[in-house]
């Protein structure tokens, strides 16, 4: 029976594509990069914005120095916290899951998105209550892909009261994120329209969250996750 869940912020509870799309490729356009929606969904989509920038940045052959990467992320940055104060929207289905969990699970977020853009979100959907904790991109860790900030997860959850890694599940919208739930040893599925070679990294591949409960996600992900280890 799952104990835990854990969510990405970007993609699984907020609608986060098109704003971080939009502040991403803007702000390396002062550095004359373009990238086109393949090239974004492949090399940057699911990365935390300074790999995105760094990653965008190897694509075109640049080998830019720190301070270079540093003010590329920070306009990124800037651009899409305008968004968030202007107010995301949640995923379909967001709100009712997370209401739906309590008293049945304990939540968490695990995001590559920073603290105060989760934090901000969350108190203007009136969500902010849901979460045990945050553990964010700007976090003393290494980013996803490493298993790094699922293991702090796991860590956070276990000061309260013990948890299994294989009774937490993880609910992601991409392949970083998934390697960086398998490699901690937990469950995962994907949320959303992924491409089907990104789904098959993960113990299940979820439209929406719209309908979903503890009980069906628990199905979904235990058997593949079992037969796998």
Known sequence: MIQAVLLEFDGVIADTREARREALLLALEADGIALDDDEYDAWCGARPTRSAVRAAMSLRQRRPDETTIDLATARAERRFARSVDAGLTLTLGARSFIESLQGHARLGIVSRASR????????????????????????PHLPKPSPEPYAAALERLARRRAVVATNVVVLEDGITGIQSAKDAGLRCAVVGAVPAHIAMSADALIPSLAGLTAAVLDAMTLGTHTAGR
């Open 116 to 139: 105060r853009d989760v934090e901000a979100t969350l108190s203007m959907a009136q969500l902010d209550y849901a979460f045990e904790f945050i553990v964010c991109d700007d976090d």
